[in-house]
């Protein structure tokens, strides 16, 4: 139980990972070293596979890398608490402080609270509280990828299984009392991705889900919308 004063730095970390999550860095260098609004072209989405789509590949990968971290580094703001590592405590202060991240990505406060769909800023989170599980989920998302060149297919496969190996892979070797948020999270988790991803499905269903196609960087006088 934290004291009053610690309720308060509390709060205060929720809104500093929700203003971490805020930091959109496909907007500001997209507008910075192109003069793009990525929210106005292909899916309207400024996250990395619109950001390849629109700048190129290099710049999805930035985007990509910068996005992960942001989960990363809000859940690790967790340590800055006197909890014990991989206790419920430990882990749903991980959760409360990721899902403020993934919010500010959403819902940037810097971007008039039009952003991304927190993907990859989930996956960052997922990675600081269990990076086993997340490594496995990595692998059967290449090669779904691999086979079907949908990068929301991928995602989906990837984290509908995240559950079923926090179920079964956490309590190998932590005591079962201290397994539940996690549990309960990854299932939440699991549910959202496919919610999130309903605009997908029905493209998919219709035959027009769009298949990853790498993008060169994007050259000055290019077109944007023929991309």
Request: glycine share 8%; hydrophobic share 55%.
């Amino acid at each position: 139980m934290l004291p009053p004063e610690g309720i308060v730095a509390y709060i205060i970390f929720i809104l500093l990972a929700y203003l971490i999550g805020s930091i959109s860095s496909s907007i500001l260098l997209g507008k910075a070293i192109y003069g793009i609004d990525v929210r106005k072209y292909g899916s309207l989405n400024p996250g990395a596979n619109n950001t390849q789509r629109i700048l190129g590949w290099k710049m999805g990968l930035v985007v990509l890398a910068f996005d992960l971290l942001k989960g990363v580094a809000a859940a690790s703001l967790v340590f800055f608490f006197p909890f014990k590592p991989e206790t419920n405590s430990f882990v749903i202060t991980q959760i409360v402080f990721g899902l403020a991240a993934i919010l500010g990505h959403i819902f940037p406060v810097y971007h008039n609270f039009k952003g991304g769909k927190g993907v990859a800023t989930l996956c960052g989170v997922l990675l600081a509280i269990h990076p086993f599980a997340v490594l496995i989920c990595t692998a059967i998302f290449l090669v779904v990828f691999f086979f079907t060149r949908y990068i929301s297919v991928s995602v989906i496969a990837a984290v509908t299984c995240f559950p079923f190996l926090v179920n079964s892979l956490f309590a190998l070797w932590l005591d079962p009392k201290e397994t539940l948020a996690i549990k309960i999270f990854s299932i939440v988790v699991g549910v959202t991705i496919w919610l999130t991803h309903l605009s997908n499905l029905k493209r998919l269903w219709h035959g027009k889900e769009e298949k990853f196609k790498l993008k060169k960087a994007l050259k000055k006088g290019e077109d944007v919308a023929q991309r």
